[in-house]
């Protein structure tokens, strides 16, 4: 499979919220190793947490209110990148509720 995903963090650096952005992309890293070709951090200021993945924003904390769990940005940026791809116990979970 060729790795053509790329997924991008920007996070604000005056909150202190560049933990949270590594944390979430050494996530993302590892459900999806075989299909991200890249994760790139982008630190910036005034507040901003957004996430982009091929492109696309999937994540906003202004606009989506507040982060995102980790399942729920998983199978965000599944459905860009890997919209067939399987997450296991995380799509069962999402049908049970």
Known sequence: ????????????????????ATWMASELLSTFALELDEVALVPRTGGIFTIHADGHRI???????????????????RDVIAPDRQLGHIDRVAQDS
């Open 1 to 20: 499979m060729e790795r053509t995903g790329k997924v991008s963090i920007t996070y604000c650096t005056q909150c202190n919220w560049g933990l949270r």
């Open 59 to 77: 994540w906003d904390r202004k606009t989506d209110g507040g982060f995102p769990e980790i399942t729920e940005l998983k199978r965000r940026v």
